[in-house]
């Protein structure tokens, strides 16, 4: 099985900042792309910022120059967010493109809340 965890979600005002973090465990070989995609209320769940495994990333435009994709090691990335707007507000989830022995596959954590208040 696999485990990605998400932290690092909560409320903060228009302007302020939050850093999610993602942390994966199991039966993993390797890891290639890592994301954070979100979900606003009523809304299709779409993707913030992406990071392969030799550190490229990819933004939303909507996220570019406010959000900063990273990855501490193969299990662990993060997504700081700045100047974050009331567009912003969602649950926000990680997901990974997992190699495990004989098969690679796409998870997902549950997600964390992130509400930003104007």
């Known amino acids: 099985q696999v485990y990605l965890v998400e932290s690092g979600g909560g409320l903060v005002q228009a302007g302020g900042s939050l850093r999610l973090s993602c942390t994966a465990s199991g039966s993993i070989f390797s890891i290639d792309d890592m994301g954070w995609y979100r979900q606003a209320p009523g809304q299709q769940r779409e993707l913030a910022a992406r990071?392969?495994?030799?550190?490229?990333t990819t933004y939303a435009d909507s996220v570019k120059g406010r959000f900063t994709i990273s990855r501490a090691n193969a299990k662990n990335m993060y997504l700081r967010m700045y100047s974050l707007k009331p567009e912003d507000t969602g649950v926000y989830y990680c997901?990974?493109?997992?190699?495990?022995?004989?098969?690679?596959?796409?998870?997902w954590g549950q997600g964390t809340q992130v509400t930003v208040s104007s």
């Open positions: 990071i392969t495994s030799g550190g490229t």
């Open positions: 997901a990974a493109n997992v190699s495990r022995a004989g098969s690679t596959g796409a998870f």
